[in-house]
């Protein structure tokens, strides 16, 4: 079932509100849209992610500006926006590859792209024992290391967005096959 694995890039059309302050108004309209555009990057970067779609990393297309509406109070002005961006979002069951930051006795917390807290439970990789030290790794039978900064493949087994922090934190399992460090 190839064409049924989750792409964790999605590319996403958005439609959001970019308000422009009424001292940066100019009548040519090229300083408008780059006030527009500067201002939708902006803002796009403030946000960091969202449950649904997941980190927003890049803006791609400005599809369209509608017109403004003046805000009542301060005078700013409200214009519609429509455009295009990259975004990067993880799912339950799909396979990653991620860079160990930190081990502790019952795990390891893992990096991939702007996802800063993968956790992988020694319960999910069985054949893994703790070796404690000054720099503590995992290792099997085989004499395989898990240590800092290395890279491993990996499953999705659990999502969470958390949204105070607009940020996701997963858990993963090495039980499969070709998983583990790379």
Known sequence: MIGAIPKMFLKVQLQWNVIIPS???????????????VRLLEDFSTKKATKD???????????????????????????PVTFSGLTFKIFRGEILEATVHKILKHGVFLRCGPVENIYLSYQKMTDYRYVPGENPIFMNEKMSKIEKDMAVR????????????????????????FLGPV
């Open 23 to 37: 001292e940066s108004l100019d009548a040519k309209g090229l300083a408008l849209q780059k006030a527009i555009v």
């Open 53 to 79: 779609h997941g980190y927003f990393l890049a803006v791609t297309t400005l599809d369209s500006i509608r017109e403004g509406r003046v805000r009542q109070h301060t005078g700013d002005v409200l214009f």
């Open 154 to 177: 990996l499953m999705v087994i659990g999502t969470k967005y958390m949204e105070a922090e607009r940020e996701f934190q997963a858990v993963a399992s090495l039980e499969g096959d």
